[in-house]
Nanobody, 130 residues
Framework: EVQLVESGGGLVQAGGSLRLSCLLSGFTIDRYTIGWFRQAPGKGREGVSC????????WYADSVRGRLTISSDSAKNAVFLQMNSLEPEDTAVYYCARSLVTSTTAQEFNTRRTSWYDVWGQGTQVTVSA
């Protein structure tokens, strides 16, 4: 069964760090773009970052650029999101998702459109206190 499972969320103080994991099962990371999205209470889902392992390319939303770093590990069939210098505005449920079809670059399937992704994880809560 195709599945993505997020973990690593928690409660941290502003300025702190967290490392989120997205474990893939039922398929391999090869040729797919894996994206990170987030949804804060009362707000819509927004794209955060994505990575395509075929060329190692990445894409970041302006709001997180320089603070968050996406990476992958083919041996573990997983994608990670290292979050540093966290701000209260980063508080949200974070989801990872698989691109609808295989892609060649992260820019091609950046996370500006959720419709470009077809399989989603259950989400992991990230809370940043002031």
């Amino acid at each position: 069964e195709v599945q993505l499972v997020e973990s690593g969320g928690g409660l941290v103080q502003a300025g702190g760090s967290l490392r989120l994991s997205c474990l893939l099962s039922g398929f391999t990371i090869d040729r797919y773009t894996i994206g990170w999205f987030r949804q804060a209470p009362g707000k819509g889902r927004e794209g955060v970052s994505c990575i395509t392992t075929t060329d190692g390319s990445t894409w970041y939303a302006d709001s997180v650029r320089g603070r968050l770093t996406i990476s992958s590990d083919s041996a573990k069939n997983a994608v990670f999101l290292q979050m540093n210098s966290l701000e209260p505005e980063d508080t949200a449920v974070y989801y990872c998702a698989r691109s609808l079809v295989t892609s060649t670059t992260a820019q091609e399937f950046n996370t500006r459109r959720t419709s470009w992704y077809d399989v989603w994880g259950q989400g992991t809560q990230v809370t940043v206190s002031a």
